[in-house]
């Protein structure tokens, strides 16, 4: 890979206020000289943005939608493309849903033409599913290489067709997944296929200075995530009921956004917690940093969902971590690889309410456990998941196999 080297990143949505590791990879990349272009299969749809997409120097390209404009431009490029290789995309093709195949043809199409013209010499996708067909057409069009990384959603629910997972990950250069665990399942996933697999874990840049116990508001728990069914918030409400009355203070206040929103509110309300409870809804990442700051715990009382899918590497303990706040949270996929149980926050068994009460009162109550843990989750940070030693990492998967010493 040449040494000033452009990357172009493809993406289902750019930007989504739940992908702050994708944002946070780009910028790393882009301090550490890699030129990025961002190619997004959708328009971004949220409304609301980290305030960090401004400090994004490449530019973000909104891939068309079919129509007959999209068709005809299509074709004119194909002469300047590797149309030899035509038959090779349309029998990738045939393997995905027919609604689906028309719109990643011609979007591809459009792809390859502009990495084609800009000098693009590497393409990264983020997850095993469209972003990554993507890639592996416009790498067949091309001839660039392309690498992807794998999270959670794309490999662990129990829909994921394995077989077109395992042809994407053969013809990858490299498979980058975000923990150990993940490298574990994949490694026995992908067997004999020839897929390389790595694991690079996801990064965070300087953090602010960890704030004093004196400036957190006590008693105040926090719960960051979208509101589905894998982040457990149910357990997180149900475990409130058991402490509530019992613990000075006691607050809890929920981020985010999604499908379970309204079970949740009706949850509350249901529980008589509606003094306790206050939901923000989806926030920019300079207000959920805010709460990070001012509480004296986070609740991640993850969980495997009943499609299987689950969190792999939440960001949210890593920033949690970053900003000195111990965590209650349970032992799902890599989560034991950011909390160690004793030293930044406590483990407890998932889909267990009354346990994960026990965790909340303990460092509720205990404010020596907090500050130590407190301490020890900068050091966790700056020794396993520092952006500039993660970046690294990952520049190097992105390089062809027969080029890594």
């Known amino acids: 890979m040449p040494e000033n080297h452009h990357v172009a990143y493809l993406l289902k949505q750019y930007p989504r206020l739940s992908e702050t590791f994708i944002l946070n990879e780009i910028l790393g990349l882009e301090e550490a000289g890699t030129q990025i272009s961002i190619f997004s299969l959708r328009h971004a749809t949220e409304g609301r943005f980290h305030p960090a997409i401004a400090s994004v120097k490449g530019p973000a390209h909104y891939v068309s939608n079919p129509d007959k404009a999209a068709f005809l431009s299509a074709l004119r490029a194909l002469p ?11 029998e990738f093709i045939d393997l995905l849903p027919q609604e689906r195949r028309a719109r990643l043809v011609l979007q591809s199409i459009e792809i390859a033409r502009t990495v084609r013209e800009t000098g693009v010499d590497h393409l990264h996708a983020h997850f095993l599913t469209v972003a990554a067909h993507t890639a592996h057409l416009v790498s067949i069009l091309t001839g660039i290489p392309y690498s992807v990384t794998a999270h959670a959603k794309d490999i662990y629910r129990a829909t994921v067709d394995w077989d077109l997972a395992r042809r994407v990950a053969a013809a990858a250069n490299t498979v980058v997944t975000v923990c150990d665990a993940n490298l574990t399942f994949l490694e026995e996933r992908l067997a004999g296929s020839g897929s390389r697999v790595v694991r690079v874990y996801n990064g965070l840049g300087p953090q602010e200075p960890v704030p004093s116990e004196q400036d957190r508001t006590p008693g105040l728990v926090l719960g960051i995530g979208r509101l589905v069914e894998k982040k ?21 206040v929920i981020v985010g956004d999604g499908d379970k929103r309204r079970a949740l509110y009706d949850q509350t309300v249901r529980l008589g917690l509606e003094d306790l409870v206050t939901f923000t809804g989806p926030l920019p990442q300079d207000e959920v940093a805010g709460w990070l700051r001012r509480a004296q715990l986070i609740a ?19 920033e949690a971590l970053g900003a000195g706040l111990p965590a209650v949270t349970t032992p799902v996929a890599g989560i034991p690889e950011i909390i160690t149980d004793g030293v930044e926050g406590i483990l407890v068994e998932s889909d267990d309410a009354k346990a994960l009460a026990r965790g909340i009162r303990l460092l509720l109550e205990n404010p020596q456990t907090r500050l130590e843990m407190s301490k020890a989750g900068p050091a966790k940070l700056a020794g396993s998941f520092d952006r500039t030693v993660t970046i690294r990492q990952l520049t190097e998967a992105f390089r062809t196999p027969e080029l890594v010493a």
């Open 232 to 252: 457990g918030f149910d357990l997180l409400l149900d475990a409130l009921d058991e402490l509530a009355g019992t613990v000075p203070d006691l607050h809890c």
């Open 300 to 318: 991640a009382p993850c969980r495997v969902g009943r499609d299987g899918n689950q969190d792999a590497l939440p960001t949210v303990l890593l």
């Open 80 to 90: 300047d493309l590797r149309s030899d290789l035509l038959p090779t995309v349309l």
